[in-house]
């Protein structure tokens, strides 16, 4: 295993477990900081591979490569949340400090815990249940109305792993499978939300916590597409209960690092605006890439700052607005000369790629843009992450 080389002058060595784009855009920051980071990635040609010098290859479920791994880092933090409960603990007994800790990361891997734990704060939440037979899934429609939306507590993204359904027959195949694994399936009422929102924060091990403005998210099939910084017309109070919501929930559960909550903007009874929160996610998030030219603080840089219990930065935003565009996949795996064009239309624009190969519907990079007019900052960045994936050629 290839030792990451320390910076001179007493700087800290950052470890992500997982090379995908979370712990690749941490590279910029981090430079820019003198920290020094190492990544285990999946492969050698991982998206944060390609750029850190200190990328050996390990799988995140492997304890012994996860240990060898993090023996030579000063703290460990993730990529992505789904390295496995035995791991963690083995890698918290090695002394080495994590980042988020497994018992706040637990919330995030396990939407059960995570409905458990948010009702007991008293957090609002879709009405849910847990389901392990037909019955239970039978008597949740019946209790709230159908469709329900049937979750599988963990390992979800992007959609996968989540069903809207009009029977209970629908999910017997998930429901065997969740049997075969003894986690149950969570059913959720199907929300009728407004739109879907997110607060974004980070915490410091000694709990000071700084947080964004509250953002819209937008997505199609079940994908973020787009992020609107700040998110528009949203009622003050209820971004000011959100954001209360989302430092509560950091601060009870004691995260570390980058916290997204993300919600669902709803009416209440009264027909005012209200939240309810969807899911967590404790690591930099897809609803906060805006940010990395937005904000004062981008969250790479914030959740750096985080981990290593360093101040954090301040989270104003640089501009009335940011557009943040995903760019997904197409057909066309030629990605060089369409981004040479986005860079010439409109210099304004700042393309983000991850060094990912293009598969249809894969996020392989994001656009973002600011600026005073939001109607033109959405028309611009949904024109360069269209041209960037060869949906439009003019
Ligand atoms: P993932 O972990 O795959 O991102 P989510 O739980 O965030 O899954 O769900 C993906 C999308 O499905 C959400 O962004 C939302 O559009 C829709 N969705 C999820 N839960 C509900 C719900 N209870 N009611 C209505 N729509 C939902």
């Not at 815990?113 to 948010?118: I, W």
Request: charged content about 20%; hydrophobic content about 45%; aromatic content about 6%.
């Amino acid at each position: 295993m290839t030792t990451p080389r320390r910076a001179p002058g007493g700087f800290p060595v950052i470890g992500i477990v997982g090379g995908g784009q979370l712990a690749r855009m941490c590279a910029g920051p981090a430079a820019e900081l003198g920290l020094t980071l190492s990544v285990l990635a999946e492969d050698p040609d991982a998206s944060a591979a390609l750029v850190v010098p200190s990328s050996p290859v390990g799988e995140h479920t492997d304890a012994e490569a996860v240990l060898a791994f993090a023996a030579a880092c000063d703290v460990v933090t993730f990529d992505h949340e789904h390295v496995p409960a035995e791991v963690l603990d083995e890698l918290v007994a090695t002394g080495v400090p994590v980042h988020p800790t497994p018992e706040a990361l637990r919330f995030a891997q396990d939407k059960l815990a995570m409905r458990e734990r948010l009702g007991e704060l008293g957090v609002p939440c879709p009405r849910w249940a847990r389901a392990d037979t037909l019955a239970d899934v039978e008597a949740f429609g019946a209790a709230v109305g159908w469709p329900v939306v049937a979750k599988t507590p963990r390992g979800g993204y992007d959609g996968k792993g989540v069903r809207v359904v009009d029977t209970a027959a629908e999910l017997t195949d998930w429901l065997e499978r969740a049997a075969h694994a003894g986690t149950g399936l969570l059913l959720e009422e199907r929300v009728p939300f407004r739109r879907e929102l997110a607060v974004l924060l980070a915490r410091s091990p000694s709990g000071q916590a700084a947080a964004w403005p509250v953002v819209e998210t937008v997505q199609t099939d079940g994908i973020c597409t787009e992020v609107l910084a700040p998110a528009p017309d949203l009622d003050p109070d209820l971004s000011a209960r959100a954001v209360e919501a989302g430092l509560r929930v950091a601060g009870a559960l004691g995260v570390t690092g980058v916290l997204a909550v993300e919600l669902f903007e709803v009416e209440d009874t009264d027909g005012e605006p209200a939240f309810v929160v969807n899911e967590l996610a404790m690591r930099p998030h897809n609803s906060g890439h805006w940010s990395m030219d937005g904000a004062v603080t981008g969250q790479f840089e914030q959740h750096l700052r985080a981990v290593l219990d360093l101040p954090l930065g301040s989270p104003r935003p640089l501009a009335p607005w940011t557009v943040m565009a995903n760019v997904l996949g197409g057909d066309y795996p030629e990605l060089y000369p369409t981004y040479r064009h986005v860079m010439a239309r409109d210099p304004e624009v700042k393309v983000h790629l991850y060094g990912k190969g293009v598969r249809p519907g894969r996020k392989i990079g994001h656009v973002n843009v600011s600026g005073d007019d939001l109607a033109d900052l959405r028309e611009r960045a949904g024109h360069a992450a269209d041209y960037i994936q060869g949906v439009v050629t003019e």
